[in-house]
């Protein structure tokens, strides 16, 4: 089979149906001359996206029970990375925040369920987030719930290497660099460089999807500090139980 081919057999797959078609086939090409060109475009995008769900959610029943009793912690818990920062959440962006001022535009890219915590940002109604995610389902779902909330918040479908270039006052790259760097080696400062916001939010996970802490925060603050090296950029490290943050003014 042909990489196209590849990539309508992984896209027609339960588990991948739901993917960007463009990420799926960038994953695909990257893989055009191994002999195992599906086995390992599979195995990546299990990397950069299956992993991070404990459990695939049923995102209708999600719903569902959203609209009954309005709790969000169940439908960010569906998520790994979310569920790591709903212990932090209290004084996750109030901390950033004192450093930043309160934003009035915010794009979050590679967002996951993300923009549901919007509630705890404190923001005011003029101001507008815009996330992008690979995944349809995961798009579709925010946009849903957050209807219910009063705030200028959309998502949409979107790869951090598909070339657009976005602008705000704040981008949140929550748990995303470690991500990219899986994708494609040594692109991360090249991304970062291609935004046009004030601040940028990057944040590593203090701990693998496993839950084994294996000397991560120190891995990643000496590998994000080299990354920024020589950058003119201002960088603010805010550590937390389960998050090391790094609020950068460009």
């Known amino acids: 089979m042909d990489s196209q081919q590849v990539s309508q057999k992984i896209l027609q797959s339960k588990k991948y149906r739901a993917l960007n078609p463009e990420t799926v086939s960038r994953v695909v090409k990257q893989f055009s001359t191994h002999k195992d060109v599906e086995g390992r475009s599979r195995q990546l995008l299990h990397q950069i996206w299956g992993s991070y769900y404990p459990g695939f959610p049923n995102f209708g029943k999600l719903l569902k029970r959203f609209q009954v009793d309005g709790d969000l912690l169940p439908l960010l818990a569906a998520h790994s990375s979310t569920k790591e920062r709903i212990p932090i959440l209290d004084q996750f962006y109030t901390r950033i925040f004192e450093i930043t001022g309160t934003p009035m535009k915010i794009i979050d890219l590679g967002c996951g369920l993300n923009p549901l915590t919007i509630s705890w940002m404190n923001l005011p109604e003029t101001s507008t987030y815009q996330g992008f995610d690979i995944d349809q389902a995961m798009v579709d779902f ?109």
Do not use: C
């Open 142 to 250: 925010n946009n849903q719930v957050l209807k219910s909330t009063q705030y200028q918040a959309k998502v949409s479908l979107g790869d951090l290497f598909d070339g657009a270039t976005h602008s705000a006052d704040l981008a949140m790259l929550l748990k995303v660099l470690p991500v990219i760097e899986q994708q494609a080696r040594g692109t991360s400062l090249e991304i970062l460089r291609q935004i046009d916001a004030k601040y940028l939010i990057i944040s590593f996970p203090v701990a693998s999807v496993s839950g084994k802490n294996k000397n991560m925060v120190e891995h990643y603050r000496g590998w994000f500090n080299k990354l920024v090296e020589g950058q003119g950029w201002k960088v603010n490290e805010l550590l937390f139980e389960t998050e090391l943050v790094y609020v950068v003014k460009k």
